[in-house]
Each structure stands twice: as structure tokens, then as C-alpha cells.
């Protein structure tokens, strides 16, 4: 027994030197001991670390090439088991295959072949030395034939699992396995998940390449059919074109035809009658012969010679005097005539090959290319047809615009061009245009029609109804056209200590109506524009305004005064010259106070703080506050609910002030009447306050819950005048507890 451990130490000892990397074979041979026992070397079952393909722990590149998934490295370690399972099983297997070769062996041999089976045994030894030093793959087999074939049918049937790592060499999903040992180990590989995204959106970019060439290919289709149609149409043309010049041409030939035949017929006639007219001769003379033969043969048959020398002489000498013509008056030629085809051949020639161009196509207005009194237009012709040049008409469109224009009458442009400026319009005005080709053969149809729009003329600000205040301002301005325009943009220009700055600072566009509220820096002065914007463009810049965020500004209203109460010209100071009845019958707007004689001023729509003074004189009675926008008109300021005042009257004792709201005041006593007061209107503590500006003194307090805005509100109950001061900062003694 010691002889057998000390050979298996010693293989043991030879794994441990080879680093574990042989497979040595299942042996031939063993050794034959007493008692019929045979012993196979340790190498046979391996040691458990050759087993270890997959270690119970992975590293971390190893957890992330198998996807960061726990479970995946679980199903993993199973496999692993089950290979030594398999292993050590086909191992038992080869034993027991072995023992049985033995026993056949024993049965034939002697205990005295004890030499051959050490021989064997340094065989087997030396097998194992040569594999160790063989280079192999760790997972192409383990210690026998038996073991590395069922390692391959395993391997086989992983490879055709499905990969969750994804070759970016190769380009196809492989297993984590591979990539730590397989033929992938050197491969950059990367997450399926990722690997897959990625081909999407490769896929994603090839779709809208395909989309921009089926758009394309589907324009080209179009442009094909336009084409075709163009062709069908230009040869109707021409064939036209042809068939009006054949038929110009066969009536010329025609009238020349007429004209020969008729000129030849005059020739024939004339001919005929000259000859005529010497047969008539001849016939003549012939009977003139016959006659004088006649009385030549009596006359011979006469005896009485005095008679016969008488007649014979006399009509002798008359027949030889006549003289007869015997040529022809006319020859029976008729003159050669030449056919004068020159203006048969200026007709032929005249056939133009190049057809009458085809209709243009007029682009749709470009934004922001217009100006006010500006337009241009740009037309396309989508066929190879030989151009001259174009005409282009145009007119207005429900123009309501006073104008010395005609509406709705057209202008002819003649341009070179497929382009035109048209100077000369109307701002934020509609006009048609069309456009048709012109060239030797004739003019185009003409094209559809568009619509293109001026520009906008600039808008007015309107001054005396601008209200800010430390923080915002309500601008308010007045289209300069009677079309509608699409918005309205406000340009703001930070004024610098040093002077004024025609620079942007902030500019507000899509402004849907003719206000806006913007929003401020305290202490500061502003340049405001407005410009008016439709599709056609910009208009030009408003006159500028001047704003300041010192304090709150307002202006008065004119439509809520009394007929009786005047605004001098500075826009902030009231008079009363005479008190006459209130309910007197001067015309009043349908605002005005008509009791009261009072006047509200513009609507505060900011929130937080705002302070004003007003100048009153000490014999003048009046009253002053803020009401809402529905106070009554027909009322007193103070009386009712929605108005709160402070009213100054003169009694023979003394000088009286309340603080009016609903018809109710305070029992508060002034001793030192107010020339300058100061009324501070705090919409987030819910209060109006008054005080003595010249002393600093508060007067009295309102508390009230302000539901909506207010106007502040002034009224004379004696002849005399009210001067409102804005624009003044808070000043810090009119904070209250």
C-alpha cells in the first residue's frame, strides 16, 4: 500500500508542477497488487479546481460583459456543476470500462507480468508530460477522450443559445462565455441592449434617408407629370400653331390661283376679239373682190366702148386704193406668267418651331421680406420653354384705404426677371398678383393667383394714457391702419446715466393687442417703441416714448370729467372757474360725472406701493381718493362703497376734513391745514393712506380690502384749482406700523 500512495503522490505532485493545464489520457495500464486489486492514479478524477471553468466569483469586467444581471451569473454557475458532474461521471464510466479490460486481462496474464505493468505505468507518465506541455484551451477537454467529447456536445449546444453580448468585430451577439474564453477573447465587444439601440437608431437614420428619397423620387414622379402634361399641351399648341399657318398658306396659294386664272381668261378674251376683228376684215374684202370681179366681167361683155372705159377705170383705181392686211393682229401664244410665291414663302417661314411657353408658377409671399410701400414677388417656370420675358399684373383686395387709387384696378409690369420689386403700395395692404411668359410664339396662360400683404404702417403711442409705476407700465398705443395686423412687438432701450442709447435692450413680441403690461427696473428711464407685424413683415419703429420707474405715473380722464370741471394744458391740473348748478345742461359723455364735479383718473393695475401728492389751496373745498371703475355717476365721491376720499370743506369756525366711505368718517381734527397732501395707495396691506406732505404728518388710514383696482378720483365743491404731482418716489416717512 505504501508503494501505491507513494505513486499517487508523486502524479499529484505533477499536476500541481504543470499548473493544472493537462488532460492526461485514462491510462492502459495499472498496477496488479496482491489480492486481485486494481488502482487507478488520482489523475483519472482530477483535482476540483480543474473543474472550476467557472469560478464562484466573477470579477467585475466579467459581471459586466454578462449584463450586470445576477440571475444570469446564477444560470451560469449550475452549468458549471453539472460539467464536473458529467465529468467525473464519464471518468467512473472509463474506470469501470477499464476494470473490465483488467479482469479480461488477469484472466490470461500472471501475477509475474508485474514489470510490463510498470512499464505501462511510465508509458502513461510520459503521455501526461508531453500533454502538459502541448498548448490547449482550457475548455477543449479534461483528462480523457470520453470527458472532452462531452465538454464539446456541451459547448455546442451553449453556442446555439442565444448570445447577451454583442461582437462589435465580428458584428453578431455572442455568449459572455466566448468573449472571457472563446475565439471572441480579443474582440471590442459591447452590451446587447446598447448594441441593439444602436442598430435602431442606425435603422431609424437609413428610414428617414429612404422617406427623403421617396420624397424626393415622389416629386420627381410629380415633376415627371407635369412635364408630360406640358408636352401633351405644347403640342396641341403647335399643332395649332401648324394648322393656322396651312391654312394661311393654302389661301394665299388660293387667292394666287384666282388671280392667274382671271388674269389669263383677260388675255384669252383679247385674243379672240382681235381676230375676230380680222375675220370681219377679211370677209369684208372678200366681198368687196367678189363684187368688183363681177362688173369686170360685164363690163368686158360690153360693146359700147365709151361705157366699157369709164366703168373700167373708175372702179379699178377705188379696189387698188383699199389696201388689205393679211398678218395676224395676234398670235395664238399665250404670254409665260411667273407665280409670285414670296409671300407663300414668308408664311412658311413664319412657322415658329419654339412653342408658346406654359404657365409660370408664382411662389407664395416670403415672410418678413415686405415693407411698407414694397413688394417683392417671385415666380418659378417648371418647363424648358424659351422665355422672353414675363408680365406681371397686379391690384388691390377689398382695398378700404381712402386713396386716389381706382380699387380693383390692374397694373401691367413687363420684366426680364423671374423676380420684381413693385414699389409705391399702400402699408398692411392686400394685393393679387399673376404672372404669364411671354416669347415669339405667343403668350402663356397666366398663372394662379397670390395674395401678398405690405407691411404695417407704424403704430402710435399713446402718451397720455401711459401708466407706470417703481416696478411696471402700462403702455397702450393705436394701430396706423385700417387692416388688422397679426401682433405687435415693444422695444425697450435702457437710457444710461451719461445720456440717451438708441440700443435693445428687451424687446416683447406676439403682442395680440394695442396694450401691454412690462415689467421694470426700479429707478430707471426707458425709451419705448412699438412696431406692428404681419406676414408681410415689420412696420418701422413708433415715435419713442419716455418712461421712468422713479415713482407712479398716471394721466387723467377726460371722458369721466364734469362738464363744469376744465383740464389746463399741462394734462395734471383741474379748474373750476364757477360753480354753477351741477345738473346744469351742458353735453356730457356717457362717463362723466354729472353731480359730482369730479374726474377720475387712469386705472392703477400694479400691485404693491404707489404714492401721489396733489396742491390744493387752503379756501378751496374738494375731495380726493381712489374709487373703482363702477363708482356711480350720478353720485358724490365718498358716499357709497366702491369710493374713498378725503373731503375738505370751509365752516365759519373752522376747516373741516373727513375721510369718506360709504357716507361715513372719523371724528379726526386737523389743526394745521395741508397745502401738499400725500395719498399712498398699498394694495398688499389693504390700506390708503393720507398724509401732510409738507410736515411729514399722517393724516388717516383706510383698511379696507381693495377687490379689484382703482382709479384715483379728484372733485371741486368750490371754484379753485387741484394740481396732481406723480412720478414721486415713496417717501420712507409714510411707513406705518
Not at 507518465?125 to 475548455?139: H, N, T, V, Y
Not at 386664272?261 to 378674251?269: D, F, Q
Amino acid at each position: 500500500m505504501s508503494s501505491r500512495s507513494g505513486s499517487r503522490r508523486e502524479h499529484e505532485t505533477s499536476d500541481r508542477s504543470t499548473g493544472h493545464s493537462a488532460s492526461p489520457a485514462v491510462p492502459e495500464s495499472s498496477e496488479i497488487e496482491a489480492g486481485g486489486l486494481i488502482f487507478y492514479h488520482m489523475d483519472l478524477y482530477g483535482s476540483k479546481e480543474r473543474f472550476d471553468i467557472f469560478p464562484e466569483e466573477l470579477s467585475e469586467k466579467e459581471f459586466e460583459l454578462l449584463g450586470g444581471h445576477p440571475e444570469m451569473v446564477e444560470s451560469r454557475r449550475p452549468f458549471a456543476h453539472t460539467e464536473k458532474e458529467r465529468s467525473q461521471g464519464s471518468v467512473y464510466n472509463a474506470s469501470k470500462s477499464s476494470s473490465s479490460v483488467k479482469d479480461q486481462s488477469r484472466s490470461t496474464k500472471q501475477w509475474g507480468l508485474h514489470g510490463e505493468a510498470s512499464q505501462d505505468e511510465d508509458e502513461s507518465k510520459a503521455r501526461a508530460k508531453d500533454d502538459a506541455e502541448s498548448p490547449i484551451r482550457s475548455g477543449e477537454g479534461l483528462s480523457s477522450s470520453g470527458i472532452s467529447d462531452e465538454w464539446n456536445s456541451q459547448a455546442v449546444s451553449e453556442e446555439e443559445e442565444s448570445g447577451n453580448v454583442f461582437c462589435s468585430t465580428c458584428k453578431i451577439p455572442i455568449r459572455a462565455f466566448d468573449k472571457l474564453f472563446g475565439e471572441h477573447k480579443d474582440h471590442e465587444v459591447t452590451k446587447l441592449p446598447n448594441a441593439m439601440e444602436s442598430e435602431k437608431e442606425e435603422i431609424h437614420k437609413n428610414m428617414c434617408k429612404l422617406e427623403e428619397q421617396i420624397a424626393q423620387m415622389e416629386n420627381f414622379a410629380s415633376h415627371l407629370e407635369e412635364i408630360f402634361i406640358t408636352v401633351e399641351e405644347n403640342f396641341g399648341r403647335q399643332e395649332e400653331n401648324f394648322e393656322v399657318h396651312y391654312n394661311n398658306a393654302v389661301q394665299v396659294l388660293a387667292q394666287k390661283y384666282e388671280e392667274q386664272l382671271e388674269a389669263l381668261g383677260e388675255e384669252k378674251r383679247q385674243k379672240l376679239e382681235a381676230l375676230y376683228g380680222q375675220l370681219v376684215s377679211c370677209g369684208e374684202h372678200l366681198d368687196t373682190c367678189k363684187e368688183l370681179t363681177d362688173t369686170t366681167q360685164e363690163l368686158y361683155l360690153e360693146n359700147d366702148k365709151a361705157n366699157f372705159m369709164k366703168v373700167k377705170n373708175f372702179n379699178w383705181q377705188k379696189f387698188l386704193k383699199k389696201e388689205v392686211d393679211l398678218e395676224l393682229s395676234t398670235v395664238p401664244d399665250f404670254e409665260e406668267r411667273v407665280i409670285d410665291f414670296s409671300e407663300v414663302e414668308q408664311l412658311m417661314n413664319s412657322i415658329n418651331i419654339i412653342p408658346a411657353p406654359c404657365a409660370p408658377v408664382i411662389n407664395p409671399q416670403a415672410p418678413n421680406v415686405a415693407t411698407g410701400t414694397s413688394l417683392r414677388v417671385c415666380w418659378s417656370l417648371f418647363s424648358d420653354d424659351t422665355v422672353e420675358c414675363y408680365q406681371l399684373c397686379y391690384k388691390t383686395v377689398n382695398s378700404e384705404r381712402h386713396s386716389d387709387e381706382q380699387p380693383g384696378k390692374e397694373h401691367t409690369l413687363k420684366v426680364k426677371e423671374t423676380y420684381c420689386t413693385i414699389t409705391n403700395l399702400l402699408p398692411n395692404t392686400q394685393y393679387e398678383f399673376w404672372v404669364s411668359a411671354l416669347n415669339a410664339s405667343g403668350i402663356s396662360p397666366p398663372s394662379e393667383r397670390a395674395v401678398y400683404v405690405t407691411a404695417p404702417s407704424p403704430p402710435t403711442i399713446k402718451s397720455k394714457k401711459i401708466r407706470s409705476c417703481e416696478n411696471a407700465a402700462l403702455v397702450c398705443w393705436e394701430s396706423g391702419d385700417i387692416n388688422p395686423v397679426d401682433s405687435y412687438t415693444v422695444e425697450l432701450s435702457k437710457l444710461a446715466d451719461e445720456g440717451n442709447s438708441d440700443t435693445i435692450t428687451e424687446s416683447i413680441v406676439g403682442i395680440p393687442n394695442c396694450e401691454v403690461l412690462i415689467h421694470l427696473q426700479p429707478t430707471q428711464s426707458y425709451h419705448i417703441c412699438v412696431r406692428a407685424l404681419n406676414l408681410g413683415g415689420s412696420s418701422e419703429r413708433s415715435d419713442p416714448v419716455l418712461i421712468h420707474t422713479t415713482g407712479t405715473y398716471f394721466c387723467l380722464n377726460e371722458d369721466t370729467a364734469h362738464p363744469l370741471l376744465a383740464i389746463l394744458d399741462d394734462g395734471f391740473t383741474i379748474a373750476c372757474d364757477e360753480l354753477e348748478n351741477p345738473e346744469c345742461d351742458l353735453p356730457v359723455y356717457d362717463n362723466s360725472f354729472t353731480r359730482c364735479i369730479g374726474i377720475l383718473g387712469s386705472l392703477i393695475p400694479f400691485p404693491g406701493k404707489h404714492y401721489w401728492e396733489v396742491e390744493v389751496e387752503e379756501d378751496t373745498e374738494y375731495r380726493i381718493g381712489v374709487a373703482f371703475e363702477n363708482t356711480p355717476r350720478h353720485g358724490y365721491l365718498g358716499a357709497n362703497n366702491s369710493s374713498w376720499c378725503m373731503r375738505h370743506i370751509i365752516t365759519p369756525s373752522r376747516h373741516k376734513y373727513e375721510f369718506l366711505h360709504s357716507g361715513m368718517t372719523p371724528d379726526i381734527r386737523i389743526t394745521l391745514p395741508p397745502r401738499r397732501i400725500g395719498i399712498l395707495l398699498d394694495y398688499e396691506n389693504c390700506r390708503l393712506s393720507f398724509f401732510n406732505a409738507d410736515i411729514a404728518q399722517h393724516l388717516y388710514t383706510f383698511n379696507s380690502h381693495f377687490q379689484h383696482y382703482v382709479h384715483p378720483c379728484f372733485a371741486l365743491e368750490t371754484p379753485g384749482i387741484l394740481r396732481i404731482l406723480t412720478g414721486t418716489a415713496v417717501p420712507p416717512w409714510t411707513a406705518l406700523p
